[in-house]
């Protein structure tokens, strides 16, 4: 065997290190092996990119009426790249009125949906954690709130007050915080047991330090995954309020408001909804495609599924194929 050496001094090279992987791969990468979760992914990357950035340089453009250019069917070259989408009963760009209604769609849908999470979350855990008359009460709280269905509670509540911004997304956290509440108070009142927080209330940590160090980060992946799939009941009631008129109010616009705004030109102007409610569509499976993904991903018992090569992952496929 051949060995280096040093001139001056004859000795011998050390080798120089290999690089050691450690552990599994990231979260990016295992998000890169999914194809249809990458490109939900992309799809609301780009949304809330427009959401951020659209309304900015096409706002005034979204308001502009030019009654030389009503109804104007869409991917006609000759009317120019901003009617590209076609234009509205009043000759205002379809495609700068769905940048602008990305955002305010947007601007209901992740605060009712924080909103939501936080209270629900928190309130769950701590029902679940303490047991007993609290999580009774709590229960029962959650039991009354779901007893009237989502909708016609919002309807009931925007129909007493005025339909803002600010009141839509009240009502709709208010209606989704129970399901919050369950699904933690569940997985809190399971790991109430388990032997590390048992453990902790042993070594006299204080019930509220168990809570925060123990209980919320081993919830918090299910908690995220049940608001990735809320996001699009969210978006959706949003869009039924507005279709219903008691949601967004002109002069601002949502989608659903523009669905319902073109209902009444579908024969003369398919565009006038098909477009706004393709949108709503396209975000909602974008969202449940990276919602499948993210509760694999986020649970160690499914995880390795997601970390395999494309040659083992294409073995366990066949190998269930023929076990069914």
Same mark, same amino acid.
């Given at each position: 065997?051949?060995?280096?050496?040093?001139?001056?001094?004859?000795?011998?090279?050390?080798?120089?290190?290999?690089?050691?992987?450690?552990?599994?791969?990231?979260?990016?990468?295992?998000?890169?092996?999914?194809?249809?979760?990458?490109?939900?992914?992309?799809?609301?990357?780009?949304?809330? +990119? %427009? /959401? #951020?950035?659209?309304?900015? &340089?096409? =706002?005034?453009? *979204?308001?502009?009426?030019?009654?030389?250019?009503? !109804?104007?069917?869409?991917?006609?070259?000759?009317?120019?790249?901003?009617?590209?989408?076609?234009?509205?009963?009043?000759?205002?760009?379809?495609?700068?009125?769905?940048?602008?209604?990305?955002?305010?769609?947007?601007?209901?849908?992740?605060?009712?949906? +924080? %909103? /939501? #999470?936080?209270?629900?979350? &928190?309130? =769950?855990?701590? *029902?679940?954690?303490?047991?007993?008359?609290?999580? !009774?009460?709590?229960?029962?709280?959650?039991?009354?709130?779901?007893?009237?269905?989502?909708?016609?509670?919002?309807?009931?509540?925007?129909?007493?007050?005025?339909?803002?911004?600010?009141?839509?997304?009240?009502?709709?956290?208010?209606?989704?915080?129970?399901?919050?509440?369950?699904?933690?108070?569940?997985?809190?009142?399971?790991?109430?047991?388990?032997?590390?927080?048992?453990?902790?209330?042993?070594?006299?940590?204080?019930?509220?330090?168990?809570?925060?160090?123990?209980?919320?980060?081993?919830?918090?992946?299910?908690?995220?995954?049940?608001?990735?799939?809320?996001?699009?009941?969210?978006?959706?009631?949003?869009?039924?309020?507005?279709?219903?008129?008691?949601?967004?109010?002109?002069?601002?616009?949502?989608?659903?408001?523009?669905?319902?705004?073109?209902?009444?030109?579908?024969?003369?102007?398919?565009?006038?909804?098909?477009?706004?409610?393709?949108?709503?569509?396209?975000?909602?499976?974008?969202?449940?495609?990276?919602?499948?993904?993210?509760?694999?991903?986020?649970?160690?018992?499914?995880?390795?599924?997601?970390?395999?090569?494309?040659?083992?992952?294409?073995?366990?496929?066949?190998?269930?194929?023929?076990?069914?």
């Amino acid at each position: 065997m051949t060995q280096t050496l040093n001139a001056p001094t004859g000795q011998q090279r050390a080798p120089k290190p290999s690089k050691v992987r450690l552990g599994g791969p990231s979260m990016f990468r295992m998000l890169l092996r999914d194809k249809f979760a990458t490109i939900g992914a992309l799809i609301l990357a780009v949304v809330i +990119l %427009v /959401a #951020l950035i659209g309304p900015t &340089l096409m =706002g005034e453009l *979204a308001t502009k009426q030019n009654l030389m250019f009503m !109804n104007k069917a869409p991917f006609d070259p000759a009317n120019g790249w901003a009617y590209i989408l076609g234009s509205d009963s009043l000759g205002r760009s379809m495609l700068a009125r769905l940048i602008v209604a990305t955002r305010t769609t947007l601007m209901v849908a992740v605060p009712a949906v +924080l %909103v /939501a #999470l936080l209270v629900g979350s &928190l309130w =769950g855990v701590w *029902a679940g954690y303490h047991r007993g008359r609290r999580e !009774n009460i709590s229960m029962r709280i959650a039991d009354i709130i779901m007893s009237f269905p989502s909708l016609l509670l919002a309807v009931v509540v925007l129909y007493v007050f005025s339909p803002s911004v600010a009141n839509i997304v009240l009502i709709l956290a208010l209606t989704r915080i129970p399901i919050y509440m369950r699904t933690a108070r569940a997985e809190s009142a399971e790991l109430q047991s388990r032997t590390f927080v048992d453990a902790a209330r042993t070594f006299g940590t204080k019930p509220n330090s168990i809570i925060a160090m123990h209980v919320i980060p081993v919830v918090t992946p299910t908690l995220l995954t049940l608001a990735t799939l809320e996001f699009c009941y969210v978006m959706l009631a949003e869009s039924s309020l507005s279709f219903l008129g008691i949601g967004i109010q002109p002069p601002d616009v949502s989608w659903g408001l523009m669905v319902a705004q073109g209902r009444q030109y579908l024969q003369t102007a398919w565009w006038l909804s098909i477009l706004p409610g393709a949108a709503i569509v396209i975000t909602a499976i974008a969202a449940n495609l990276l919602a499948a993904w993210l509760r694999i991903a986020t649970d160690p018992a499914q995880r390795w599924r997601l970390t395999l090569e494309k040659p083992a992952r294409k073995a366990l496929k066949s190998l269930s194929k023929e076990a069914k």
